[in-house]
Antibody, heavy 120, light 109 residues
Framework: EVQLVESGGALVKPGGSLRLSCAAS????????MIWVRQAPGKGLEWVGH??????????DYAAPVKGRFTISRDDSKNTVYLQMNSLKTEDTAVYYC???????????WGQGTLVTVSS | EIVLTQSPGTLSLSPGERATLSCRAS???????LAWYQQRPGQAPRLLIY???SRATGIPDRFSGGGSGTDFTLTISRLEPEDFAVYYC??????????FGPGTKVDIK
C-alpha cells in the first residue's frame, strides 16, 4: 500500500524559511518523479514543482510563483522528498501535498498534507 | 502555459442522475495527458482518471473520462451520495509544467 506522510508545516513569519518532508513507502521510490502540490485555504490545487529520478539527473522544475525561492530535493536512501521554502510570503499559506508522478504526469497518490501558515 | 477551464463551476444534481463535467485546454493536448481528481470536504484529493480515459486503481466504473484536442470530459453515470465533491482536471502535456483547472463542485440538488 502506498503511504505518503508529509511533515514540517508550521506558522512562520513573512520572509522566513521552512523545510517540509515527505516520507514515502509502498512503491519503488528511486524509480519515480516526485511532485509537490499546494492548496490555499478554500482554493483550488496548484502545482509547486517536481523532481526527476537520479537516473534522469534529479532535475527539478518549478511553478513561476515559487521559482527561485523553493527548492525540491530527494534522499532515495530514506525514501524522502523535501521542499525547502525560503523568502516565504503570505500567499504561500497552504496545505502542501507530495505525490509520486505517474506515467502520464498524474499525481498518483496523496498523503494528508501539511499546513504552512505565513503570517506576522 | 496551458490554461485549463472547467465548466460548470457548480453542478446541482440528484443521486442517481448523470453528471458531465467539462475541462477545456487553451492549447491542444497532443499526448492526452489529462487527469481528473475528486476532493471531498476536509480530505486530500484522490486520482480518478489519468491519460484522459484510464481509471485509477479502485475507482468504480461509473466514472469515465474522454476527449481529445482541447476538450475533455469526466462523466459520472449515476451519482452516489459519496460522489458529491469537487472535481479538478490537470494536464501534463505541456511538460515540464503542470496546470490544474479551477474545479467543478457537484452538489446535491
Amino acid at each position: 500500500e502506498v503511504q505518503l506522510v508529509e511533515s514540517g508545516g508550521a506558522l512562520v513569519k513573512p520572509g522566513g524559511s521552512l523545510r517540509l518532508s515527505c516520507a514515502a513507502s509502498g512503491f519503488t521510490f528511486n524509480n519515480v518523479f516526485m511532485i509537490w502540490v499546494r492548496q490555499a485555504p478554500g482554493k483550488g490545487l496548484e502545482w509547486v514543482g517536481h523532481i526527476k529520478r537520479k537516473i534522469d539527473g534529479g532535475k527539478t522544475d518549478y511553478a513561476a510563483p515559487v521559482k527561485g525561492r523553493f527548492t525540491i530535493s530527494r534522499d532515495d536512501s530514506k525514501n524522502t522528498v523535501y521542499l525547502q521554502m525560503n523568502s516565504l510570503k503570505t500567499e504561500d499559506t497552504a496545505v502542501y501535498y507530495c505525490s509520486p508522478q505517474g506515467g502520464s504526469g498524474e499525481c498518483a497518490n496523496w498523503g494528508q498534507g501539511t499546513l504552512v501558515t505565513v503570517s506576522s | 502555459e496551458i490554461v485549463l477551464t472547467q465548466s460548470p463551476g457548480t453542478l446541482s444534481l440528484s443521486p442517481g442522475e448523470r453528471a458531465t463535467l467539462s475541462c477545456r485546454a487553451s492549447q491542444n493536448l497532443r499526448n492526452r495527458f489529462l487527469a481528473w481528481y475528486q476532493q471531498r470536504p476536509g480530505q486530500a484529493p484522490r486520482l480518478l482518471i489519468y491519460g484522459t480515459s484510464s481509471r485509477a486503481t479502485g475507482i468504480p466504473d461509473r466514472f469515465s473520462g474522454g476527449g481529445s484536442g482541447t476538450d475533455f470530459t469526466l462523466t459520472i453515470s449515476r451519482l452516489e451520495p459519496e460522489d458529491f465533491a469537487v472535481y479538478y482536471c490537470q494536464q501534463y502535456d505541456n511538460s515540464p509544467l503542470f496546470t490544474f483547472g479551477p474545479g467543478t463542485k457537484v452538489d446535491i440538488k
